[in-house]
């Protein structure tokens, strides 16, 4: 498929008239798609288009901007099978993941559809006679979304459908590698009948596109997930003329397992954790914090649990799919060789999984007796690479947890009351969990994490979403 950039309503080759292939992660060799490699120049086209549909799309009354949307998800279930194929290929995710992904896009956008009709205010008594006081809400302008390749339907879905909702004009850029999934989001939003102009999409590097669309003056906001390197040069690229910013960005998650946890639970909440969707989620469990107690047992079933996973490509749908691409898997291939220098005990995996095809596979990784300090329990991973890590009491498990600078998701295994509270008073992330996975969210609440993991500005999704597209403006009226 040859995809083009989206401006204006319009599909348009890049001006630079080059492309980059797409490729299928778990067979290398074949192209998904050609993605423009679009430049600066494009960027600012998009902005251009975005700027000139503003007044229009703010203006059109919210259950009308809804119903484009309940079309927009309508569409995406009509063409469920054939975008979650699309997935598959470009991501290398299962089958039964991406299906899940396309399922949660279509929510989406269904969920924002009903908000679209909700959005207004509220009224307030006024300390003078005969004024009325109130606070309404308007859409805050010209966003940027800016996303990485990991969930390339979910997240542009996350961030564009409540901006849409609130009357906002978007320019979507994707990573280059998710960029034929985004596309097809696109596509059903153009043909669900979006104004021309209102949602602008623009492939190609961060660094040159990205980077137009964060720093141009007439963007108010701009949405970001990816890297916390790439994170940092956003905000600051923003910061000049105080765009409002939203980062999301990486995690060390870990799961704690104590002494009163069911264990059957505790090794499907890691196992599935730590490699569903390949370990390359935000979320992904990569530590398992375990009391000394059940250390040796949970060590043994997790193990069992690693080495019980089928690899394949997607289509197959395995347990477990490739890494990304080349530079994923050579990544998680030398972190593997860091965990083995710094003396963590390799239980199982640690290698390319040849059996599984020419693909960026990679077995699925346990180290045991990780020490907190070595650098596979500090650094964000991004592969199917568990650290189990020993802990002789809960107040210890808690530091161990805490002690990384992400914060983002985290969860705790535990059939003991006071510990499953205590765990989330004490627990430094913006997702806390009692017996539950670390992965996995629910689309109608807040999702952000806290330190490093993303800007304390705003969250996303659910009605946080809403305020992050939003300004106030508070209206007194004396009559
Ligand atoms: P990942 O490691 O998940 O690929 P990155 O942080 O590298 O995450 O990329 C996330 C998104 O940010 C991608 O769409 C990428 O093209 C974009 N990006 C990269 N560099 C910049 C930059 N300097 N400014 C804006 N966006 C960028």
Partial sequence: MACQNYIGGEWHDSTSGETIPSRNPAVPSEVVGEVPVSTVDDATAAVDAAAAAREAWAETPGPERGAILRETGRLLAERRDAIAETLVLEEGKTWSESTGEVQRAIDIFHYYAAKAADIGGTVKSSS????????????????????????????PAWKVAPALATGNVVTLKPAENAAVTATALVECLDDAGLPDGVLNLVTGPGDTVGEALTTDDRVDAVSFTGSESVGDIVYRNAAPDQKRVQLEMGGKNPTVVTPDADLDAAVDIVGSGAFGVTGQACTACSRAVVHEAVYDEFLERIVEYAESLSLGPGMDDPDMGPQNSDSELSSTLEYIAVG?????????????????????????????????????????????????????????????????????????VTQNLREAHRFVDDIDAGVAKVNEKTTGLELHVPFGGMKASSSETYREQ???????????????LNY
């Fill in 128 to 155: 003078s006679r005969a004024t009325t006081l109130s606070v309404r809400t308007e859409p805050i302008g010209i966003v940027s979304a800016i996303t990485p390749w990991n969930y390339p339907l979910g997240i």
């Fill in 462 to 476: 659910g009605d946080a979403a809403l305020d992050f597209y939003t300004l106030s403006k508070t209206v007194y």
């Fill in 340 to 412: 083995r220098d710094e003396g963590a005990v390799l239980e199982t995996g640690g290698r390319r999984a040849e059996d599984a095809g020419d693909g960026y596979f990679v077995e699925p990784t346990v180290f045991a007796d990780v020490d907190p300090a070595m650098r596979i329990a500090q650094e964000e991973i991004f592969g199917p690479v568990l650290s189990v890590i020993p802990v002789s009491s809960y107040e210890e498990a808690v530091a161990v947890a805490n002690g990384v600078e992400q914060g983002l998701s985290a969860s705790i």
